[in-house]
C-alpha cells in the first residue's frame, strides 16, 4: 500500500515545489514508512513526485524511483501473480525494471496484462514526454485526477485534499485501462488529450464498438478542454478474466433450480446438495482456488518484527499481521476458515466487528482496570474508551446490534474448529458525537467523490472498523485494544458474483436466468467506481492495506466460467438460494449456522443506518458529505519532512 501523487504544471504561474499542505498529510497516513519527493523540469513542463511507502513485502523501497535514463515510477500495487518475484524481493523495483526494459507501448500494455493483484501506478517516461498511469481491471486500488480551469495544471492522486466542493472536486480514473499524455504536445497546445488503451478480451470482435462507448463515458465527466482519444494502432490490454458464462439451460428451469419452498433452511438440506458428484467437486474446486487466493494475501509479510516484548498475557505474546473485516456471515467465515489455514497458528488474527450506537444509549461506564494493567503492551487505550466499555456483565447496546450477535456466534464456530488460534474479536463501538465528530473532521474526504446516502454509510462503518481500535473480552475479562494488523482482509465481491444481494432475487423473478446473468455482469463491471476506490481509500488512511479474495483474478476466472445455476438457485428461500455455491463451500470447511445466515448489508448489519435520518434512500445525495470543517484538524510536523 503506497501513496501515489504527481502534480504537472505547464505554465510558470503554476510551478510548485511542494503538494498542499492536507494533500500531502492524507497520502503521508497512506504510506507510513517511507516518503520522497523529486522534481523533474522540462522547458514546457514541470512534474512533481510524491511518494509514501506502507512497507510489507521484501526490502523497503522508498518511491519513487527513478533510473538512469530518467524515467520515473510510482507504484500502489501487490504483484500476487504473473510476475516473478521472490518472498524477499520488492515488487516495486521489479515492476520498474520490467518497464525500464519496455521498447515500446505494446510492451508496456503486455507487461500490466501479465500483472495479477490490485494496482493503480503512475510512470514517467523521460525520453517520450510521456506520462502514463491507470488502475488494474477491477480499480481495487484508489487514483483520483484533478484537473485546473483551462488546462494550466492537472494532478494524479491516492486520495483528494481536506477539502470539499463542486469547482475543486477531484474524479476517480475510470478503471477502463489505462491512460497516456504527451506533456510536451499537452504544454505546447495548452489541449489536454488523454489517449486510452482499454481492457479487451482478445477473441472479442467488438473491441471497436466497446471502445467507443468506453471514451463517451469517461468524457462525460471530464472538463470540456479534456479529450479521450483510442490509440491509433488500436492497442489495449488483455482483460485478465475469462468472459462471464451467460448459458442458458436447454432443459427447463425447473430440472436445474428446485422450486422455492417455506420450509425454514437448515444445514441438512445444504447436504443434501453435495450428494451430487458434480456438484461436490465443483465446491471443492471453488474452494481450492479461494484457499490460494487467501493464502497470496496473507504469506510474505515481516513477521519476524511484530513479537510484542514483556506482554502481560499470553494472549498478547504475539500481534496480529492479518485482520479480517468481520459480521459473522458467510462471506467473513469463510475468509478467516481459510485465513486459519495459512496464518502461521502462533500469531493471532484480528476480527474486526463495528457496532453503531446511538447517543442516548450510550453504555453505563461500569468498567475498571487496575493502573498496572492499563500499561501493559497488549492494552491499547483508545480515544473516550471509556464511553463505549462496559463492564463483562453490564448490557451494552452494541450487544443488540445484528452484526454483534452473529460475530460473537461465528466466533464461536471458529473457536471450536481451531481453539488452538488466538482469535482476537475487536469490539468497535461507535458513538453518534464520535461518528459526527470524526466524519465531519476527517472521513468526508476519504469517500468523496462519492456521494451518496449509501457511500456514507459504508464508508463510515469500513473507516471504524478499520482502524480497529476498540474491546477485546477473554474469560470475561474486557480489554482495551488497537489492531497494528497492516492487512486487512474483505468479503466485498462474493455478493456481486454470487447473487448475494436482494435486486438480484427480483431481477431473477422478474426476467429469469438470462435477466440474472446481465445484471451480474453489470455489478462486476461497475464494483470500481462504486466500491473499490472508496474502500481503498478510507482502509489505507490508517495505514493499512485492503485485500480482496474474492476478486482474485484466479477466483473471478474460476466463478465466471460457471453457469448461474451452480452459482445461486433463487428460487430457494433466503438463507440457501443467494450465494449457494459459498454456502456449500462453507459446509464442506465444517461451518455450522454461519452457512445459513441470510444477506444483511454492512449499513444495516452494524446500524449506522439507524442513527441519523432514517427516511433517506440509499442513493439520495448525502449532505453529510457535502461539506467538510477543518476545526480539531491539525497536520502534523512529519508532512514538512
Not at 478467516?336 to 489455514?341: P, V, Y
Not at 474460476?558 to 428461500?573: G, H, I, R, Y
Amino acid at each position: 500500500m503506497c501513496g501515489i501523487c504527481c502534480s504537472v504544471s505547464f505554465s510558470v504561474e503554476h510551478f510548485s515545489r511542494d503538494l498542499e499542505e492536507s494533500l500531502l498529510y492524507n497520502l503521508k497516513r497512506r504510506g507510513p514508512s517511507r516518503s520522497k519527493r523529486l522534481l523533474k523540469s522540462n522547458v514546457n513542463y514541470q512534474c512533481l513526485f510524491s511518494g509514501h511507502v506502507l512497507h510489507l513485502r521484501g526490502a523497503l523501497t522508498a518511491q519513487p524511483v527513478e533510473d538512469r535514463r530518467g524515467n520515473v515510477f510510482l507504484w500502489n500495487g501487490e504483484v500476487f501473480s504473473g510476475l516473478r518475484v521472490e518472498a524477499e524481493e520488492n515488487d516495486t523495483q521489479i515492476m520498474f525494471n520490467h518497464l525500464s526494459s519496455c521498447k515500446d507501448e505494446a510492451d508496456i500494455l503486455s507487461l500490466f496484462s501479465k500483472v495479477q493483484g490490485p494496482w493503480s501506478f503512475i510512470y514517467y517516461q523521460a525520453s517520450t514526454h510521456f506520462l502514463w498511469f491507470g488502475r488494474d481491471f477491477f480499480g481495487r486500488r484508489s487514483l483520483l485526477w484533478h484537473f485546473s480551469s483551462l488546462g494550466k495544471s492537472f494532478c494524479l492522486s491516492s486520495v483528494g485534499p481536506q477539502k470539499s466542493g463542486g469547482a475543486n472536486q477531484w474524479r476517480e480514473v475510470p478503471a477502463s485501462g489505462i491512460f497516456r499524455i504527451d506533456l510536451h504536445s499537452t504544454a505546447i497546445s495548452r489541449c489536454v488529450i488523454l489517449k486510452l488503451y482499454p481492457w479487451k478480451y482478445i477473441c472479442k470482435e467488438t473491441i471497436d464498438e466497446e471502445c467507443v462507448n468506453s471514451l463517451a463515458q469517461i468524457s462525460a465527466d471530464l472538463p470540456a478542454f479534456v479529450s479521450v482519444v483510442a490509440s491509433e494502432a488500436k492497442l489495449y490490454l488483455e482483460k485478465p478474466v475469462v468472459p462471464l458464462n451467460r448459458m442458458l439451460p436447454q432443459a427447463p428451469l425447473e430440472t436445474h433450480c428446485r422450486p422455492i419452498s417455506s420450509t425454514p433452511p437448515t444445514r441438512g438440506r445444504l447436504q443434501d446438495f453435495l450428494t451430487d458428484g458434480h456438484t461436490k467437486k465443483v465446491v471443492q474446486r471453488f474452494i481450492d482456488v479461494l484457499s490460494v487466493a487467501v493464502q497470496r494475501r496473507v504469506l510474505y509479510l515481516p513477521r519476524d518484527e511484530n513479537l510484542a516484548p514483556n506482554a502481560g498475557l499470553e494472549t498478547c505474546k504475539r500481534k496480529a499481521n492479518v485482520a479480517i473485516l468481520f459480521s459473522g456471515g458467510i462471506d467473513s467465515m469463510v475468509i478467516a476458515t481459510l485465513a486459519d489455514r495459512h496464518v502461521p497458528l502462533g500469531e493471532p488474527i484480528d476480527l474486526l466487528n463495528v457496532a453503531f450506537m446511538t447517543k442516548e444509549n450510550s453504555p453505563p461506564v461500569s468498567f475498571s482496570k487496575k493502573k498496572s494493567e492499563q500499561k501493559s503492551n497488549c492494552e491499547m487505550p483508545s480515544e473516550d474508551l471509556s464511553k463505549n466499555v462496559a463492564g463483562a456483565t453490564a448490557i451494552s447496546p452494541a450487544d443488540t446490534v445484528p452484526d454483534r450477535i452473529t460475530g460473537r456466534a461465528g466466533l464461536k464456530e471458529l473457536q471450536t474448529a481451531n481453539p488452538s488460534r488466538i482469535w482476537n474479536f475487536v469490539e468497535i463501538n461507535v458513538s453518534l458525537e464520535e461518528l459526527q465528530k470524526l466524519r465531519r473532521t476527517h472521513i468526508c474526504h476519504l469517500v468523496q467523490p462519492l456521494d451518496t446516502v449509501l457511500d456514507d454509510s459504508i464508508g463510515c462503518a469500513v473507516w471504524f472498523a478499520s482502524r480497529g481500535i476498540g474491546q477485546v473480552v477473554n474469560q470475561d475479562e474486557v480489554k482495551s485494544y488497537q489492531s497494528d494488523a497492516k492487512v486487512i482482509l474483505t468479503g466485498i465481491g462474493a455478493d456481486e458474483q454470487l447473487a448475494g444481494y436482494s435486486r438480484h432475487r427480483i431481477r431473477f423473478q422478474t426476467l429469469g436466468l438470462e435477466g440474472l446473468n446481465k445484471e451480474l455482469a453489470m455489478e462486476l463491471g461497475r464494483i470500481s467506481s462504486r466500491n473499490l476506490g472508496r474502500d481503498d481509500r478510507v482502509i489505507g488512511d490508517h495505514g493499512k492495506e485492503a485485500r480482496f479474495p474474492f476478486l482474485d483474478e484466479n477466483v473471478v476466472s474460476f466463478l465466471n466460467s460457471l453457469p448461474v445455476w451452480e452459482k445461486a438457485n433463487l428460487t430457494l428461500p433466503r438463507g440457501i438460494g443467494e450465494k449457494l455455491l459459498l454456502r456449500l463451500a462453507a459446509v464442506e470447511l465444517g461451518l455450522t449456522a454461519s452457512s445459513l445466515l441470510p444477506k444483511r448489508a454492512m449499513q444495516f448489519g452494524s446500524r449506522i443506518a439507524k442513527l441519523e435520518r432514517r427516511n433517506e434512500k440509499a442513493s439520495d445525495k448525502c449532505s453529510r458529505l457535502q461539506t467538510i470543517s477543518l476545526e480539531n484538524f491539525s497536520f502534523k510536523k512529519e508532512v514538512k519532512s
